[in-house]
């Protein structure tokens, strides 16, 4: 399969910059995965779309303030983008000391391995330990208090490269029940959400569970090898609680739907399943494809934002409604001038 095959044109005046006012009044393009029919329906509309009996899977990782922007110690600017926690530390960590993450930095040439960093009035200290095969440098962190702490002080919204306004409120990056903190991007299908429409949505009979999955910015990274299978897919961290893998399983043991909230959590899921789409228990990390051609074992539905082209999003998506469904879908909305991406509207695909 050819990455092209998912290349699509779109004007840049669709690429939303900032969040729309309210939350749930994000348009939603419904997708019928069997026939590639559409229906134009308004996020708050959600409720009416879900079943009794139905479940609804939910990420919900915290993003960090994880791009700094520091010195070298020998002077000269230096940006830094927290990605992945390395094992020294989670992102609490313990009250002084130090952890290890994964980091890309900005000019990477000028970050080789030994250089010493400082941010802020030297309350958070580095040093570049290695470099990793993809070109990130892994960084160990020294602070005093705990590394939330200083990153909350320190730290600011890393924002997706095609986002060029300014985020006027922090939180609009952030979701509703979001709850651990670990990603460097938000899982933005469930920007959508408030907590209303989550009451509204449980009140009709609707099971909601979480996992985490820690987002990294390899998410907005497009496939550059010429076949889709010769892309390696970056690994994120997830947890699935015992009680989410339960519910799961009791919903289609009942019959019922299993909606995942964004490709992470369908990632999730999907990576957990066994054959007869039950999953287990898990903590650790997936590198999961999902790319058309892949036979779904869990999720019967989901819930997502539109995605760039030749991206492994966009390919996901077209796994579960098919290629020419997608684009379809994709087409009509730009004609209809839906907005993309991260502050974008959303589809629903069942």
Request: aromatic share 8%.
């Amino acid at each position: 399969m050819n990455t092209k095959d998912f290349k699509f044109d779109l004007p840049v005046e669709l690429i939303a910059q900032t969040p729309i006012k309210r939350r749930d009044q994000s348009r939603l393009l419904c997708i019928d995965k069997r026939t590639g029919g559409i229906r134009h329906r308004r996020f708050f509309e959600l409720p009416e779309l879900m079943r009794d009996g139905d479940c609804l899977v939910l990420n919900n990782s915290r993003v960090m303030p994880a791009r700094l922007i520091g010195r070298r110690e020998t002077g000269g600017a230096v940006e830094v983008v927290i990605l992945r926690d390395a094992g020294a530390a989670a992102a609490g960590g313990p009250k002084g000391g130090s952890c290890v993450w994964e980091c890309l930095v900005r000019p990477g040439r000028k970050a080789r391995i030994g250089t010493r960093l400082v941010f802020g009035e030297e309350e958070l200290t580095a040093v570049v330990v290695s470099e990793t095969d993809s070109g990130n440098r892994l960084i160990q962190f020294n602070f005093k208090g705990t590394f939330d702490e200083v990153l909350g002080r320190l730290g600011k919204m890393p924002l997706p490269p095609y986002i060029h306004e300014e985020l006027q409120d922090s939180e609009r990056y952030q979701t509703v029940y979001s709850e651990v903190s670990g990603s460097a991007a938000a899982p933005t299908a469930g920007l959508h959400f408030t907590k209303g429409l989550i009451d509204e949505i449980g009140a009709r009979g609707v099971k909601l569970c979480h996992i985490t999955l820690h987002v990294g910015l390899g998410t907005f990274r497009p496939v550059k090898t010429e076949l889709v299978e010769g892309h390696v897919m970056h690994a994120e961290y997830f947890i699935i609680p015992d009680e989410t893998a339960a519910e799961v399983n009791r919903t289609k043991s009942e019959g019922g739907r299993v909606i995942a909230v964004g490709t992470t959590s369908c990632r999730a899921l999907e990576s957990c399943a066994d054959e007869s789409g039950d999953i287990s228990a898990f903590s650790g990390f997936t590198d999961i494809f999902i790319y058309p051609g892949y036979e779904f074992k869990c999720i019967d539905g989901l819930i997502t934002n539109f995605h760039l082209p030749e991206s492994t999003l966009i390919m996901l998506v077209s796994a579960l409604a098919g290629r020419e469904n997608t684009l379809h879908a994709y087409s009509e909305a730009i004609r209809e001038r839906y907005r993309f991406y991260s502050f974008g509207d959303a589809c629903f695909i069942t």
